[in-house]
């Protein structure tokens, strides 16, 4: 199994989110959203085509990224925290 790579990531305006990344370059970061006990985050309603949402992808430019700071999942509590 691949040890997947975590961040918390902050862009102008809105709130603070984690993502767990499933591509990086040096000019983008893909990822999924997740929440602090790496559970993904599904929004609510059906998509264009009338399925459910699964999951909240995101792609970021890294220039618009403001702060991104390594997380990793604390073994007693399960949980992301800072490195």
């Known amino acids: 199994m691949i040890a997947s790579r975590y961040y918390k990531v902050k862009i102008g305006g809105i709130a603070p989110f984690y993502l ?3 591509s990086e370059s ?3 970061l893909v990822g999924i959203e997740v929440d602090q006990a790496d559970d993904e985050i599904v929004p ?3 998509g264009g085509k ?3 949402f699964t999951e909240r992808p ?3 430019e ?3 990224v403001i702060s991104c700071t390594p997380q990793v ?3 007693t509590y399960a949980l992301l925290m800072d490195r």
Do not use: H, Q, Y
Request: aromatic fraction near 0%; glycine fraction near 10%; proline fraction near 0%.
């Open 20 to 22: 767990r990344v499933t």
């Open 62 to 64: 890294k220039s618009a």
């Open 73 to 75: 999942v604390d073994r």
């Open 58 to 60: 995101r792609i970021l």
């Open 50 to 52: 009338g399925r459910r």
């Open 26 to 28: 040096s000019t983008m």
């Open 44 to 46: 609510k309603g059906r």
